[in-house]
């Protein structure tokens, strides 16, 4: 129920070439603590230019969150990313309407995200691939603090080397 294909420090460590030797030519992205900090309107050092070699290498990414629209369609927007909200992870409801959008086989996309009990939880439900990234930060309230406590015994090992196309993969 919580397999990573691929695990890494960063979604910035991602790259083109270790998704292509996976197969995955779509990615469904989270977006808080994966792509930006918990409600911040702007991504993350670096997830601008990483969005756009990945466009340059013709990965295609939608935006799959549970926030509402208010939160998430801005976000989106900034980053040139076609977007669902409300996507009810780890229930497949937001899988379906990206994959729709998007227009590519279930065993082509991944999910991408830094939460054990949505993300990863959610990409095994819909047996598809899996990439967990570490947090950019912790959240600090007690609902987070409890849940980021349950993922303990799931989480995989910090990457301590720099990522390059062979590292990260657990598959």
């Excluded at 935006?63 to 409300?86: T, Y």
């Excluded at 992870?89 to 009990?117: C, H, N, T, Y």
């Excluded at 609902?143 to 303990?152: H, L, Q, V, W």
Aim: some cysteine; hydrophobic content about 40%; aromatic content about 8%.
């Amino acid at each position: 129920m919580f397999r990573i294909t691929i695990a890494l420090n960063t979604i910035c460590d991602l790259s083109p070439a270790l998704l292509r030797k996976h197969g995955i030519k779509g990615l469904l992205l989270d977006l808080d603590n994966t792509l930006t900090t918990h409600d911040n309107p702007r991504p993350a050092d670096g997830v601008p230019e990483w969005i756009a070699r990945m466009k340059e290498s013709g990965i295609q990414m939608c935006i799959v969150s549970n926030n509402h629209p208010p939160r998430v369609k801005p976000f989106a927007d900034a980053l040139g990313l076609d977007f669902v909200s409300e996507g009810k992870k780890p229930l497949s409801k937001g899988f379906r309407e990206a994959k729709e959008k998007m227009q590519l086989p279930w065993d082509a996309l991944a999910v991408v995200g830094d939460q054990i009990f949505t993300d990863v939880l959610g990409a095994n439900l819909k047996r598809l691939k899996c990439v967990f990234v570490f947090p950019i930060e912790h959240e600090t309230t007690r609902f987070f603090r409890f849940k980021r406590r349950m993922e303990i015994p799931f989480l995989p090992k910090r990457i301590t080397e720099p990522a390059d196309d062979e590292k990260g993969s657990l598959s």
